[in-house]
């Protein structure tokens, strides 16, 4: 992992297509760069629910909020909140070697989130401090 950059997480619109009958929002793998999807889940949880406390070494996620809203904070040599909720047209996009903590800040909130790496239980760093260790060796 020696002279690896670390990507920096992105917030993305996507397009959002509203009639009487409701709202349509795509998501075109092809025009999310360098991204191939292997697994796809959905997370739910209520107010103050936390999730995440773990890396990934080599998988990218992208999180849509379906319900609700919650607070992504993203660590790698710097910090970043994001605050999604189901009203927001974004997805945020995650790449590996970054620390991810959710809070869940409603009641009933759900995201999904897409993979482009198989599970695999050697795939995440889940010790904040060995993450940071690869991290700070990864320079």
């Known amino acids: 992992m020696k002279n690896k950059k670390i990507l920096q997480p992105t917030l993305s619109n996507i397009k959002k297509i509203k009639n009487v009958n409701g709202v349509l929002m795509p998501l075109y793998f092809n025009k999310i760069h360098s991204f191939n999807p292997k697994r796809i889940f959905i997370v739910k949880g209520n107010k103050n629910f936390l999730r995440g ?20 904070e993203v660590i790698n040599k710097r910090k970043y909140k ?54 700070n060796s990864n320079v």
């Open 53 to 72: 406390q773990h890396a990934h070494k080599k998988c990218t996620q992208i999180i849509l909020q379906i319900q609700g809203e919650t607070e992504i």
């Open 82 to 135: 994001f605050y999604l909720n189901s009203n927001q047209n974004k997805i945020l996009r995650i790449p590996p070697m970054n620390w991810v903590n959710i809070i869940f800040k409603k009641n009933n909130s759900s995201f999904l989130v897409l993979c482009d790496v198989n599970f695999s239980k050697n795939e995440y760093i889940y010790n904040f401090k060995s993450f940071l260790k690869k991290l």
